[in-house]
């Protein structure tokens, strides 16, 4: 059973708000939920991260539900710069930490 | 400051082979992670040292090894290799050992190409 699904992709347009939505039904107690950005033949870049309720920083904000099984990034006002894959990220499977990306959500932000 | 440095950027290996990738975390942090990346999906955890010590290990096989130096460094070394092991490899630092609630800081990766 996937840690992690998020859609495979998404379309936007430059100036637009994008959400993408994260399902973690299993995540534990004490998880944190973390949001990477990745660009091609590049590491991945921390945008975000929270454990409950409203995290906002720079760059975006992360919306987690009470009962944490999911959590939403949103990106204000996209620009072209913003095309890139994005994971959210559990690190606890079992007690053990094992840190699971999943496949991640291709955003196109369009002209 | 430096980020995270890894070494070499690109590497072209033969079936059967074995290779060694390096990689020096930010100055000050004394966790490295190892992660695999195949095209097209997300980065697949390999390894966890904290302070010289294994403290995480994903599903890989035991051609996969690591370690971790006095420094902080550390090596990836993957024996007999499979043409399958072509990947991305990225070499994250943090902080903290679990990096729970901290940020990891990942470098541009090691591109291993395996003919």
């Known amino acids: 059973l996937a840690k992690t699904t998020q859609p495979i992709s998404m379309d936007s347009y430059e100036g637009q708000e994008v959400n993408i939505t994260c399902s973690h039904n299993n995540i534990a107690t004490n998880d944190y939920i973390t949001w990477y950005q990745q660009f091609p033949s590049q590491g991945p870049r921390f945008i975000i991260q929270g454990y409950k309720t409203k995290v906002t920083n720079e760059v975006a904000s992360l919306f987690i539900p009470a009962d944490r099984k999911s959590s939403t990034l949103s990106l204000p006002r996209v620009s072209l710069s913003d095309t890139a894959v994005y994971y959210c990220?559990?690190?606890?499977?079992?007690?053990?930490?094992?840190?699971?990306f999943g496949r991640g959500t291709s955003l196109i932000v369009h002209p | 400051d430096a980020g995270v440095t890894q070494s070499p950027t690109h590497l072209i290996k033969t079936r059967g082979q074995h290779v060694t990738l390096r990689c020096s975390p930010i100055s000050g942090h004394k966790s490295v992670s190892w992660y695999q990346q195949v095209l097209g999906q997300g980065p697949q955890f390999i390894f966890q040292?904290?302070?010289?010590?294994?403290?995480g290990r994903g599903n890989f096989p035991d051609r996969f090894s690591a370690r971790q130096f006095p420094n902080y460094s550390s090596e990836l070394n993957v024996n007999a290799l499979l043409l399958g092991d072509s990947a991305l490899y990225l070499c994250a630092s943090s902080l903290m050992r679990q990096a729970l609630n901290t940020e990891a800081f990942f470098g541009q990766g090691t591109r291993l190409t395996v003919v």
């Open positions: 040292y904290y302070e010289k010590e294994e403290r």
């Open positions: 990220l559990v690190a606890l499977e079992g007690g053990s930490y094992i840190p699971t």
